[in-house]
């Protein structure tokens, strides 16, 4: 009844199963949400250009795209001094969930 009512009231409800967490939870979300979503290994090179590149970070993390630049989906710690460095390097935005 109270999803009906949402409904009826004009809001989107997106079903999520009761024993999702992590991963599965943010990917269900997304789907829900008719935005495209992909879970791989990602990396990216420092610097960006054709140089060789100095370091190459590589994440496992889930890679969310609705028509802008990319956002990179992780569930482990970092640094927040790492996190600032790689937005202002990658080719999309990153963030932990």
């Not at 004009?10 to 599965?24: F, Q």
């Not at 969310?64 to 927040?80: N, V």
């Not at 001094?81 to 932990?96: H, Q, S």
Request: hydrophobic share 40%.
């Amino acid at each position: 009844q109270f999803v009906s009512i949402l409904k009826e009231g004009g809001a989107e409800v997106v079903p999520i199963g009761e024993s999702a967490s992590g991963r599965s939870l943010i990917e269900g979300l997304l789907q829900g949400l008719q935005i495209p979503v992909s879970f791989g290994h990602f990396s990216f090179r420092i610097p960006e250009d054709g140089n060789r590149p100095r370091l190459t970070a590589t994440v496992p993390a889930l890679r969310a795209t609705s028509g802008g630049e990319p956002l990179y989906l992780f569930d482990f710690d970092m640094s927040p001094d790492v996190l600032v460095f790689l937005n202002g390097l990658v080719g999309g935005r990153i963030a932990k969930y």
